[in-house]
């Protein structure tokens, strides 16, 4: 036994193996063999919302069924199904499945599913599948391996989880040339030099590019991002009062929306279009290999500020979703993910960015008006000027900038995607704010305090007309990452939340760097 494999048991991670070389397996059994196998290689491509190629394989009824191209599953004749002959194809023939980029089947799973289907495919029919996260040893297994034998200690709830998906899966534990396991080293746990001296760095560079110092002095500017020359533009918000929420009489209206408030704003710029997949996917894609937190693998803490902020790992599948990228507005971002893209522009340009307050994105979005829309009461005239559920082209997202500004030059503010807020989603806020002297509601948002819930405003191209109401508020939820394949769920993004993206602000003042650093990382996810 190899010295990795004597460390594993005696951390007690080698829990009730079922044996999985071919040679001891004489009949598999459909729960414990055959059905981990279909649930984290299969079922994530073919299932009841996504059945590639026709082929759902949820249920025997569903597999027997067949797919675009015929049979998938013959009982007795592995030969003549697909679910088997595609999985033993060469790596390089297109009708392999899983795809290589996934991780193809091991010979001991492959000759799983041979005999299964050969001794007549038993499969109960009460039992149907469901997605489970594949487990790959070295992204999954080996990091617990090695954090274990660097400080000891139990596994935690999360740990002995993937540990529990490894073991049902086959426990494959790859070779290394010599054809020995390779035995995991004891290793430091990685440091993120994304903290308070980074964002230091950053306020400092903040503070010596930023030369408008009153409101008088704001003007609309059209800039572009440094790294990419992706343009952007930024509209001036002026200082103002407003009377925040919706009256009890408006159509729509939600108890969360009220009691009404009186609410002063200081000034700040804000993007004239949500952010679109041009100016976030150089953000979301880079070539760097990333820690679970955003950090680089291999960073150091002396790079350049715009190289050290925590930026997504490599998304599992394309993000816009076959919706268009662009000039398509980004979506299906965290709260800190978005937070995060704010840091890294602001490194770039030497601006502060950060997302908008309840307070600031209502504000701007009524523009001066105080009817339940920017252009009436009445919601019909929202044709002329935002994307919803009765006129989004394909019932999907469109182009930014397309329809009709709001008075202040605004597009998109109420519809085509709802936007994120820095705020925690609270249903009492507006009696909280109810509570507070008018100079303590001034800048005033709700940190965070927990994963769930964030505030995200305005309508999408996925809501009724009375969703995009300036007062409308939501709050997001574990179900807007329900398909997230990652254990545990990632930081950066939210799988099943097609209609969220959001817009930047750049506030007049400046803050300190401890603010800085509170606005950043707010919002960080701990599912």
Request: aromatic letters at 10%; proline letters at 9%; charged letters at 25%.
């Amino acid at each position: 036994m190899s010295p990795a494999r004597t460390h594993l048991l005696a951390l007690g991670l080698l829990i009730s193996f079922p044996a999985y070389a071919a040679s001891k397996i004489e009949k598999p059994d459909f729960n414990l063999h055959v059905r981990p196998i279909l649930e984290a290689a299969c079922v994530h491509c073919h299932n009841d919302k996504s059945d590639k190629g026709g082929v759902n394989l949820t249920t025997l009824e569903n597999a027997l069924v067949g797919g675009d191209n015929g049979d998938i599953l013959i009982p007795g004749k592995p030969a003549d199904s697909p679910l088997y002959s595609t999985t033993i194809l060469p790596e390089d023939d297109d009708m392999v499945m899983p795809p290589p980029k996934e991780g193809l089947l091991t010979k001991s799973q492959t000759e799983i599913l041979r005999l299964w289907i050969e001794q007549g495919a038993h499969w109960p029919k009460e039992i149907v599948l469901s997605q489970k996260p594949r487990m790959q040893f070295a992204k999954h297994i080996q990091p617990i391996i090695e954090a274990k034998l660097a400080s000891g200690g139990p596994l935690t709830d999360e740990e002995e989880h993937l540990v529990r998906l490894w073991a049902e899966q086959g426990a494959v534990w790859p070779a290394s040339k010599d054809g020995a396991a390779p035995a995991p080293k004891p290793a430091a746990a990685p440091t993120n030099p994304d903290n308070m001296e980074l964002v230091k760095r950053i306020h400092a560079h903040i503070v010596a590019t930023s030369k408008i110092q009153s409101e008088a002095e704001m003007k609309n500017y059209d800039s572009s991002i440094p790294k990419t020359d992706v343009p952007y533009s930024m509209v001036v918000i002026k200082s103002g009062e407003f009377l925040m929420g919706s009256p009890d009489g408006e159509a729509g209206h939600k108890e969360d929306e009220g009691p009404q408030v009186k609410v002063k704003v200081k000034p700040f710029w804000m993007g004239k279009t949500e952010v679109s997949w041009n100016e976030y996917t150089p953000f979301m894609v880079t070539e760097v290999g990333r820690n679970k937190d955003g950090s680089k693998q291999n960073g150091k803490a002396d790079e350049p500020i715009t190289e050290i902020i925590s930026q997504p790992t490599t998304p599992y599948t394309e993000m816009s979703f076959g919706m268009g990228t662009d000039g398509y507005p980004a979506i299906s971002m965290t709260q800190h993910a978005a937070n995060k893209y704010c840091q890294w522009l602001s490194a770039q340009t030497g601006h502060f960015y950060r997302l908008p307050t309840e307070q600031e994105w209502e504000y701007a979005a009524r523009a001066g008006t105080s009817t339940a829309y920017y252009w009436g009461n009445d919601p019909a005239g929202a044709e002329e000027y935002e994307w919803h559920y009765d006129n989004a082209p394909s019932f999907q997202y469109a182009k930014v900038g397309e329809k009709k500004p709001n008075p202040w030059g605004l597009h998109d503010i109420l519809g085509n995607v709802c936007e994120w807020t820095l705020d925690q989603y609270t249903p009492d806020y507006y009696k909280k704010l109810k509570e507070m002297s008018p100079d303590q509601i001034v800048g005033y948002f709700v940190p965070s305090t927990s994963a769930y819930p964030h505030t995200a405003r305005g309508g999408s191209f996925d809501d009724d007309l009375d969703r995009l109401r300036a007062a409308a508020r939501r709050g997001s939820a574990p179900e807007w990452k329900q398909q997230d394949p990652q254990l545990p769920k990632s930081i950066w993004y939210h799988t099943d939340a097609k209609f969220l993206g959001f817009r930047i602000v750049r506030p007049l003042e400046i803050p300190s760097p401890e603010e800085m650093y509170k606005y950043w990382n707010n919002g960080v996810e701990k599912d």
